[in-house]
């Protein structure tokens, strides 16, 4: 069983950074697509960006492109995402999320395991 812990949100300005760390258990983590999904109250769970298992591929949401930036530390089994220019509507609770297809890695369902989530709220 692989357990997923999130860490690192809080409440920022607008403009502001955040870095939230997803630290993994178990012995498998390099061999895991990794992603985020954040959710807003209200709305459906979203695709925020994921990291191919060597940590060479990239996808990200539009809404986040060029903003944030997804990495791993496979020695740490750890992934991070670093979230600059921080705006009101990336206000949500993210979840870290392990083990996808990579060619479906921007879909939720195809992921086996889930964080607890960390609020982060962008204030304005």
């Known amino acids: 069983q692989v357990q997923l812990v999130e860490s690192g949100g809080g409440l920022v300005q607008a403009g502001g950074s955040l870095r939230l760390s997803c630290a993994t258990s178990g012995r498998t983590f390099s061999s895991y697509t990794m992603g985020w999904f954040r959710q807003a109250p209200g709305e459906e769970r979203e695709f925020v960006a994921a990291?191919?298992?060597?940590?060479?591929?990239?996808y990200y949401a539009d809404s986040v492109k060029g903003r944030f930036t997804i990495a791993r530390d496979n020695a740490k089994n750890t992934v991070y995402l670093q979230m600059d220019s921080l705006k009101p509507e990336d206000t949500a609770v993210y979840y870290c999320a392990a083990d996808a297809f990579w060619g479906r890695a921007t879909t939720m369902q195809e992921y086996a395991y889930w964080g607890q989530g960390t609020q982060v709220t962008v204030s304005s």
């Open positions: 990291l191919s298992r060597g940590g060479g591929s990239t």
